[in-house]
């Protein structure tokens, strides 16, 4: 079945850190630049930082750069988010999201999300 | 980077055909694409390429674009059709992901 799978929200209090993953499996999850987007409660889509499929670039929002990185690990298909200094407004549903050239790079497949509330 | 400009709301009785507009403040305008999101679920691509439309989405779903302007039509809108929906974009060397603010479709 192809599918993201996210986890490792939470509870965090302001100043701590977490780290997120998102589990592929059904696709060759290698050939594919994977982002995170996260939803503030009640809020629109917000973008978060995404990285190529080799792992050789990494983008951030600006509101993210600093604080948060994103890595993956190929030979375990998995993504990953490391959030440091969390905010209160860190405070959302964090997704996974696969992004294909077959669609002109639009983000086709999403995962179901995970939550972090800073608090 | 540039922002993507949509109604917040856009209200229509089932049958009718609702229009989603989407408008960026820069030129050059890259493609976009367009979101569902129903209550408590993930997003889901239902337009690419700002015409282009993914296998196993209705035909009732179209894209459109004129200028820095895209448009997501839905014709014959159903029930189920009530959702957010967001479009998206970004830049030319793929470094970001841009997001409208979404438009919440109510089916009357």
């Known amino acids: 079945q192809v599918q993201l799978v996210e986890s490792g929200g939470g509870v965090v209090q302001p100043g701590r850190s977490l780290r997120l993953s998102c589990a592929a499996s059904?696709?060759?999850?290698?050939?594919?630049?994977i982002h995170w987007v996260r939803q503030a409660p009640g809020k629109g889509l917000e973008w978060v930082a995404g990285i190529s499929y080799e792992e050789h670039n990494k983008y951030y929002a600006d509101s993210m750069k600093g604080r948060f990185t994103i890595s993956r690990d190929n030979s375990k298909n998995t993504l990953y988010l490391q959030m440091n200094s969390l905010r209160a407004e860190d405070t959302a549903v964090y997704y996974c999201a696969k992004r294909d050239p077959g669609y002109n790079y639009a983000l086709d497949l999403w995962g179901q999300g995970t939550t972090v509330t800073v608090s | 980077s540039y922002e993507l400009t949509q109604p917040p709301s856009v209200s229509v009785s089932p049958g009718q055909t609702a229009r989603i507009t989407c408008s960026a403040d820069?030129?050059?305008?890259?493609?976009a694409y367009w979101y569902q999101q129903k209550s408590g679920q993930a997003p889901v691509l239902v337009i690419y390429?700002?015409?282009e439309r993914p296998s196993g989405i209705p035909e009732r779903f179209s894209g459109s674009s004129s200028g820095t302007t895209v448009t997501l039509t839905i014709s014959g809108v159903q029930a189920e059709d009530e959702a957010d929906y967001y479009c998206q974009s970004g830049d030319s060397s793929r470094t970001y992901v841009l997001f409208g603010g979404g438009t919440k479709l109510t089916v009357l």
């Open positions: 059904g696709f060759t999850f290698s050939y594919y630049d």
């Open positions: 390429k700002d015409t």
């Open positions: 820069a030129l050059p305008k890259q493609y």
